[in-house]
């Protein structure tokens, strides 16, 4: 098989290594796509040596080569999402009870289960009712993905929150009914002015830096609720005391437990076979694997026209 690995900063190498084999509890896919994420920046910016590679990707779909158990559930054909590693690969494998099939009829890159999974089971737990007062905090991939799902739990306000002109267009198109810069959002959405209080009962931060958590707080009213799914991973992220005068609630939006992302993945991949979810309007780049670094480079730049890259490989075109 053949796969991509990191061999120093910036820089990533595809090398021939041998095709794995599968535990009884695991199957083998042959990738048809895997997603750039964001929490590999780090490792593809800082690590990485000839003699000590790193290999990345976790966002797989693919087709079932081999099965370790062949009287188990899984059947050499399905196409199949999931949890996982190593995924800038041509062949990788998967615990057999990490993995969904995906719904009939979708490229591979629109049905690929771990983001979605990620952000469905964080706003399961943010308790948003129809009608509620929501607000999204950043509009990248995962902000954007966070409206949609936002959208059809049939909020009474939709707002998204970022400072980028084009990505508060996408959220405006994808189901929010008000878009605004941070630095200008009405002053009614921010204080309790006026006989009724016009802020959020409900705000997810996305963007995974301080000053969007700022902004959270400054949304959320009494009682509600502030949803944490931003990847805030340089350190501690200060918490403003004002959530405690507010008696918020805070949600942390990341779960550690297998199973529950199972379950969410199952929700997202049900919510994409119903036309609930959309992966078309967020991968807007895809690149070969022999272009992982251009995916990197392309997430660092961030121009008006990048939301998502993802691997594809020729099998799943």
């Not at 797989?60 to 899984?74: A, F, K, L, Q």
């Not at 607000?135 to 009474?156: D, S, T, Y």
Request: glycine share 10%; hydrophobic share 40%; proline share 8%.
């Amino acid at each position: 098989m053949l796969i991509s690995q990191v061999i120093g900063p910036r820089r990533s190498e595809v090398v021939s290594a041998p095709d794995p084999v599968p535990s009884p509890s695991q199957v083998v896919i042959d990738v048809l796509a895997c997603g750039v994420c964001t929490s590999d920046r780090t490792p593809w910016r800082e690590h990485g040596t000839p003699e000590k590679p790193v290999r990345l990707g976790h966002e797989t779909v693919g087709r079932i080569s081999e099965v370790g158990d062949p009287n188990g559930r899984w059947r050499v054909g399905d196409v199949v999402t999931g949890l996982g590693g190593d995924g800038f690969a041509t062949k990788v494998a998967l615990d057999a009870d990490s993995i969904l099939r995906v719904p009939a009829g979708f490229a591979p890159e629109h049905v690929i289960g771990e983001p979605l999974a990620d952000l469905e089971e964080a706003l399961s737990r943010s308790g948003i009712r129809p009608g509620d007062r929501v607000a999204v905090v950043g509009l990248g991939f995962m902000g954007l993905g966070l409206i949609q799902l936002a959208a059809a739990r049939l909020p009474g306000l939709l707002v998204a929150v970022d400072p980028n002109p084009a990505a508060r267009a996408r959220a405006l198109a994808l189901g929010a009914h008000e878009a605004h810069h941070p630095d200008e959002l009405p002053e009614e959405f921010v204080s309790a002015a006026g006989r009724r209080d016009q802020r959020m009962d409900v705000v997810v931060e996305a963007a995974g830096v301080t000053s969007a958590l700022t902004t959270a707080s400054a949304l959320v009213r009494p009682y509600g609720t502030v949803c944490v799914v931003g990847y805030h991973h340089t350190g501690d992220a200060p918490m403003d005391m004002e959530l405690w005068y507010k008696g918020a609630t805070i949600v942390n939006g990341f779960s550690p437990q297998r199973p529950r992302t199972i379950r969410a993945m199952a929700d997202g991949l049900a919510m994409i076979a119903d036309g609930r979810f959309s992966y078309l309007p967020l991968i807007t780049h895809t690149f070969a694997l022999e272009d992982i670094d251009q995916a990197y480079e392309l997430m660092e730049s961030r121009p008006a026209d990048f939301v998502k890259g993802v691997v594809v490989f020729p099998s799943g075109t």
